[in-house]
């Protein structure tokens, strides 16, 4: 999972410590810090007249660097400062004391082709003053290039958003090391533009003492542990995945859940159907069998069948005591078990009803109303749906997936992964059916349910973005194909 992590503030620091006590100067990390952001100038765009903006710290001091390096390549640089440069301390000083350019207050009169923010780093504490605020909103309305380092300057690297009114929108930010939540979380990851990694001379060895429990969500964080098919390998080994029906008025949201169940690789897969809905579920499926069952007695007699291994149940089941009972009836059999919309809002009145019928090998999958419903005031009071994502997977003892546009994975251990992929045209009815159906695929095949969450959510996000706009639910477990055989082939 090497290259997955997100670092906190704090952790970033623990980081730069930890490799200066390896014997890493930390000038040399601030010198290839702002030799990183030159780079990323001169790689995207044409000579030009650039302003870099520089802070009162570190920040600042990789933006003297940045300046320094640019001149050197014949650019036409200069430094733009909100302190004197004679206040400056430590490392940012020495690399103003290397920078013989010019050097002058911040000023709007001096246009320039693109700027490099400098001002302030991931660690700000406290909303852009005033002055800055409109040096902010000034930036963002000019229309010109802006690069940031390491986040664009009033956004705070934890939590993902401002910490006040204003913040720099950037086109490009390069930070160092390793992404933080910041970069991944909305409105974060859109004020940040593209975001450019640039390793800066810290050892990777340092994440070992770090222990890191955060990550984004990207193959490198699951792809050891995907089940692929195998040789010699049959339908029987690769499981088989249950999908509950609603009645016969709402049985769609079911058939999605399965074709998606069976796309991402689950040997077999039924839709277990209550018999008012037999007719019309097997006039629409082909691969996907059809098992009939009446009420939580009848579920439960079909998964006294050991084979059936996985169930999602909620889709299109309808809200009330009928639903809680067969959810009762997964949660008591042997099967990995997703529970989504439905299901979840059931227990709206009675959340700890639900909670003390859980165990690890079941994935809750909620929108934030769904969320709010089972954890209420939890996401309002967290400081981000991290936080919110992490608590609720602690409290119910399982894996909670809190989709939006920045879904988070947790469990209940405090893993916890960011997804940031999924294209807006995503939000659309029944492609969260289908998110369901591809997590009890995966879980179907002997995946842990924290890597599974994780998978179908990248896979989901993937296949969306390679469709494009347009997109409907259905046409999410045919783009899959295409995702994983561009997987594969990466593998």
């Known amino acids: ?165 204003d913040c720099v929108r950037a086109h490009h930010t390069v930070t160092f090391f390793r992404r933080k939540p910041g970069h991944v979380l909305v409105p ?13 001379g810290i050892p990777d060895s340092v994440l070992d003492t770090i222990s890191v429990r955060t990550f984004e ?77 009446d009420g939580a007695k009848g579920l439960s007699a079909l998964l006294s069948d050991k084979r059936f291994n996985a169930i999602v149940l909620g889709p299109g089941a309808g809200v009330g005591n009928a639903t809680q009972d067969l959810v009762a009836a997964a949660l008591a059999s042997s099967a990995a078990v997703v529970l989504d919309a439905d299901a979840l809002t059931s227990f709206a009145d009675k959340p700890a009803g639900l909670f003390v019928q859980l165990r690890s090998r079941c994935v809750l999958t909620p929108h934030a109303g769904e969320f709010e419903r089972l954890f209420p005031g939890v996401l309002a009071q967290g400081p981000t749906r991290l936080d919110a994502a992490r608590h609720a997977a602690q409290s119910a003892k399982c894996v909670i997936v809190l989709k939006g ?16 992929n999924a294209p807006p045209w995503l939000a659309s009815a029944g492609t969260g059916d289908v998110l369901a159906g591809m997590i009890v695929g995966l879980l179907a095949q002997g995946m842990d349910a924290f890597d599974a969450a994780c998978a179908a959510t990248w896979l989901h996000g993937e296949a969306a973005t390679r469709f494009g706009v347009g997109l409907i639910a259905e046409d999410l477990p045919e783009e899959l194909p295409h995702v994983l055989r561009s997987l594969h082939s990466r593998k």
């Open 217 to 293: 969500n990207v193959p490198a964080l699951w792809r050891d542990a995907f089940p692929w098919p195998q040789f010699g390998a049959h339908k029987y080994s690769r499981g088989h995945a249950v999908v509950v029906s609603g009645p016969m008025h709402a049985t769609g949201a079911a058939r999605l859940a399965a074709r998606g169940a069976l796309r991402a690789g689950a040997g077999l897969v039924s839709v277990a159907s209550p018999p008012g809905a037999v007719a019309v579920n097997a006039a629409h499926l082909t691969a996907i069998m059809v098992k009939a069952f």
């Open 1 to 165: 999972m090497r290259g997955a992590e997100l670092l906190t503030v704090s952790e970033m620091a623990e980081a730069d410590r930890l490799a200066v006590a390896a014997g890493v100067p930390s000038l040399s990390l601030m010198e290839n810090a702002g030799r990183a952001v030159a780079d990323l100038v001169e790689a995207h765009y044409a000579p030009a007249a650039v302003a870099v903006l520089c802070g009162p710290g570190n920040n600042g001091g990789d933006g003297y660097v940045a300046a320094r390096h640019l001149k050197d390549r014949g650019w036409n640089v200069w430094v733009e400062s909100i302190v004197d440069p004679a206040t400056l301390k430590g490392d940012a000083s020495e690399a103003f004391k290397r920078w013989d350019g010019e050097t002058r207050v911040v000023t709007r009169a001096r246009k320039a082709d693109i700027v490099i923010d400098a001002i302030f780093g991931a660690g700000l504490s406290r909303p852009l003053d005033m002055n800055m605020g409109v040096l902010a909103r000034t930036l963002n309305e000019s229309g010109m290039p802006v690069v940031s380092v390491d986040v664009p300057s009033g956004l705070h690297g934890d939590l993902g958003r401002p910490l006040g009114e």
């Open 405 to 420: 546009p920045d879904t988070v994975i947790a469990a209940s251990d405090g893993r916890a992964a960011i997804n940031s």
């Open 188 to 200: 974060g990851r859109t004020l940040c533009g593209e975001v450019t990694v640039a390793q800066i």
